[in-house]
């Protein structure tokens, strides 16, 4: 009769629990901290409070072997703090288990089945540098596991492992790891400790296909979802043209045929050699700048928006560029043309005073000679 009694009050709490805010737990205070697992139970996590700085539980099999924190097989996660023990049991024993040690009276045992990792699923075609936003949280069935307790220093990692089939490799790629986020309610996260993520994420990588890998953990429940995905090139550029002599010049991207080039908007910061920091925004494939009055080195970055031709709205990280403006070249100043043909007018004089001088010269010896000729007749 009490082992009826005690089934039943297990299947009353693992019915309400699906149905509670508090994340599907059973919270059980039974005689001697004794609780039943079901046969049809596949896994389960026993979330035990204790009393302030008591030591870990013992945990007690039904056959009466005995589980210790720093004594168990490999398939029991088991993680302890100052105040409680989270252990997760897979394909536990059926029948009555028990927990000996200092259990917080209040508290007592919670059993919750598996969890499981919720993401929001990606795109399976992305492109160097987008710009995703991720959502991720622990779920029991389609309730949210909110419980402060067991999901204290709760924390993201996104990942990527190339897919890339390189047999003449001696060890695996290590996985490139492309974002590490709390949940402490900074950036994208809005409230902290609810057990939901929001963070973002850069796709900093070469093209090719890859294995997207998001874990949701605190170093007591760990849960993974896989995915695969396609990255494609960068589907824009950005070109800034040389500054003209009043300064002007501009910002000019160039789109693939991924994007539709009337949907581009681009929102960034233009830091200047003397460190002023200009905001920069526009839409289209060409974007005026604030004049180049100064030579030296511009950094620009920012980020643009586009529709891909498939619909999707697209986010594009753009990288910290270095742009040299040079001086001003000095103008070569232009020789006068009255300068220029002084040099031919001196030429041309001297040609004809020596052509003067070569006929007064032929004149003087015709004359010298029809002289001698006269003096010598009869």
Avoid: C
Avoid at 104 to 116: A, P, Q
Avoid at 234 to 240: A, N, W
Avoid at 360 to 367: A, D, P, Q, S, V
């Amino acid at each position: 009769m009490a082992q009826l009694m005690t089934r039943s009050l297990l299947a009353l709490f693992m019915l309400l629990g699906t149905q509670t805010s508090l994340a599907s737990e059973q919270s059980t205070r039974w005689l001697s901290n004794t609780f039943r697992i079901d046969p049809s139970i596949s896994a389960v996590t026993l979330l035990i409070e204790r009393d302030q700085d008591s030591g870990p539980v013992v945990l007690i099999r039904p056959d009466g072997s005995k589980y210790y924190q720093q004594q168990h097989p490999d398939h029991i996660s088991w993680a302890s703090t100052a105040r409680r023990d989270v252990i997760t049991l897979w394909q536990p024993e059926p029948g009555p288990w028990q927990a000996t040690g200092k259990i917080n009276k209040e508290r007592g045992i919670s059993l919750v089945s598996e969890f499981e990792l919720a993401i929001s699923p990606l795109a399976e075609r992305l492109y160097q540098q987008e710009v995703l936003k991720l959502n991720a949280e622990l779920r029991h069935n389609t309730t949210r596991l909110d419980a402060n307790y067991y999901l204290q220093d709760l924390a993201l990692q996104a990942q990527l492992i190339d897919l890339k089939n390189d047999q003449q490799a001696q060890f695996a790629p290590a996985p490139l790891v492309i974002g590490h986020f709390l949940d402490d309610g900074l950036g994208l996260d809005a409230h902290p400790a609810d057990g939901k993520l929001t963070a973002e994420i850069i796709i900093d990588t070469l093209p090719g296909e890859y294995l997207f890998q998001a874990q949701i953990s605190n170093q007591v429940l760990a849960r993974t979802k896989e995915q695969n995905v396609l990255i494609y090139p960068m589907p824009l550029k950005v070109h800034f043209t040389t500054p003209d002599e009043q300064g002007k010049w501009q910002m000019e991207l160039t789109a693939d045929h991924e994007l539709v080039a009337d949907s581009l908007v681009v929102v960034g910061e233009l830091l200047t050699p003397s460190q002023q920091q200009l905001p920069i925004s526009g839409n289209g494939l060409r974007i005026t700048l604030p004049d180049a009055v100064d030579s030296g080195n511009y950094y620009w970055q920012g980020r643009a928006f586009a529709t891909n031709k498939r619909g999707r709205e697209i986010q594009l990280n753009l990288p910290r560029q270095v742009i040299r403006v040079s001086p001003p070249v000095s103008k070569v100043v232009d020789v006068a043309p009255e300068e220029k043909s002084l040099p031919w007018t001196l030429m041309a004089a001297g040609g004809v005073l020596l052509l003067m001088l070569l006929v007064i010269g032929w004149i003087l010896r015709k004359r010298v000679i029809n002289k001698r000729k006269n003096s010598q007749q009869p």
